[in-house]
């Protein structure tokens, strides 16, 4: 499986980025996908996630300014991030659970996301 991450960048704080996963090697709409982040000197957290069924969870701190979607023809997951915060500012990974697994068992390499005040 391959997952392979796009779209990060530097914004100003109140701004928007959209970051996208391509996901290959796998049937797509049987994966639990989700989205991580790690700030430097803290522990990886989730940030948002999308069972096969469509249903999603998210982060306290992020609920109501981000949201995950799949395109499942695509084999595509997105993260859309809107009044992002100085505090947002991490590398963005996104994982798969394969299946019926239910531990993230497959990466991609991450995309940096730097918020500026």
């Known amino acids: 499986v391959q997952l392979v991450e796009s779209g990060g960048g530097l914004v100003q704080a109140g701004g928007s980025l959209r970051l996208s996963c391509a996901v290959s090697g796998s049937i797509f709409s049987t994966n639990t996908m989700a989205w991580y982040r790690q700030a430097p000197d803290k522990e990886r957290e989730l940030v948002a996630a999308?069972?096969?069924?469509?249903?999603?969870l998210y982060a306290d701190s992020v609920k109501g300014r981000f949201t995950i979607t799949r395109d499942i023809p695509r084999s595509m997951l997105y993260l859309q991030m809107n009044d992002l915060k100085p505090e947002d500012t991490a590398m963005y990974y996104c994982?798969?659970?394969?299946?019926?697994?239910?531990?993230?068992?497959?990466w991609g390499q991450g995309t940096q996301v730097t918020v500026s005040a």
């Open positions: 994982a798969a659970a394969l299946g019926r697994a239910t531990t993230f068992g497959s």
């Open positions: 999308m069972s096969s069924g469509g249903s999603t």
